[in-house]
T-cell receptor, first 114, second 109 residues
């Protein structure tokens, strides 16, 4: 069974802290994605990766960076957390381009920055 | 710019049929996906249309008209468990999807 896991369900951090959100998938998928979800705004793409060590900016990359050192793991980094980064963060993965319309999501990390 | 428009809320009663529309304006288009998300849960894939027409999967169907840049998700024989948010998403070239803002469906008895 397909599985995407995220390191924490809930996280509380202080303004200015460096924050790491980890995502692991066990489906040998090439593509991995980070979204943030806010009420009324839907899912907005932060970054995605289509291969190890490759990354592409999504719609809202400012204030974030990512790392993909291994195929199964995709990390989202908030270099200096700010209160406007309080949100639900969702990781997803998908198979190669022909099947990329079907993404598998992790349970999400609700991050609060105080 | 790129945009996907869908209603923010829809209400219906058990056993009814409901249609959630999605219109899109994107620079590229390969197909339209639909996802369901229950409160507190992760989005899950429901269906995908790359070509015009209707795709049926059990109680759910999805339709696409590429010429009209329009699609819809049709839910039949509604059940309480169908209460959730529904997102349409456009697949452009490459691997990323652009999601709509979601439609909250409330099913009452």
């Amino acid at each position: 069974d397909v599985k995407v896991t995220q390191s924490s369900r809930y996280l509380v951090k202080r303004t200015g802290e460096k924050v790491f959100l980890e995502c692991v998938q066990d489906m040998d998928h090439e593509n991995m994605f980070w979204y943030r979800q806010d009420p009324g705004l839907g899912l907005r793409l932060i970054y995605f990766s289509y291969d190890v060590k490759m990354k592409e900016k999504g719609d809202i990359p400012e204030g974030y960076s990512v790392s993909r050192e291994k195929k199964e793991r995709f990390s989202l980094i908030l270099e200096s957390a700010s209160t406007n980064q309080t949100s639900m963060y969702l990781c997803a993965s998908s198979a190669p381009a022909g099947s990329s319309y079907e993404q598998y999501f992790g349970p999400g990390t609700r991050l609060t920055v105080t | 710019g790129q945009s996907l428009e869908q209603p923010s809320e829809v209400t219906a009663v058990e056993g009814a049929i409901v249609q959630i529309n999605c219109t899109y304006q994107t620079s590229g288009f390969y197909g339209l996906s639909w996802y369901q998300q229950h409160d507190g849960g992760a989005p899950t894939f429901l269906s995908y249309n790359a070509l015009d027409g209707l795709e049926e999967t059990g109680r759910f169907s999805s339709f696409l008209s590429r010429s009209d840049s329009y699609g819809y998700l049709l839910l039949q024989e509604l059940q309480m468990k169908d209460s959730a948010s529904y997102f349409c998403a456009v697949r452009q070239a490459g691997t990323a999807l652009i999601f709509g803002k979601g439609t909250t469906l409330s099913v009452s008895s």
